[in-house]
């Protein structure tokens, strides 16, 4: 995961599975900022049990993960 230690690359044919499934929540998550609603609450749905449990373990440090935890906490923020 060495490519991906710094920043968040398109995808390509190197990446997993997982860092795909990653990459997609990430950007989804972005995009609901952008969205102009009354009520800010988004659901995000996925199989990838390994990503989910990614999220929820605190030592586990890979690029993308913290990026969604960074978006979260933004978007936490501004509730």
Partial sequence: MSCMSHSVLPYTHTHTHNQAEQLAILKALQHTVNIHA????????????ITLDSLKNNGI???LVEKIRQQLMEM???Q
């Fill in 61 to 63: 440090h890979g690029a």
């Fill in 76 to 78: 936490k923020k501004m």
């Fill in 38 to 49: 009354a009520v800010k609450t988004a659901t995000v749905y996925t199989d990838r049990r």
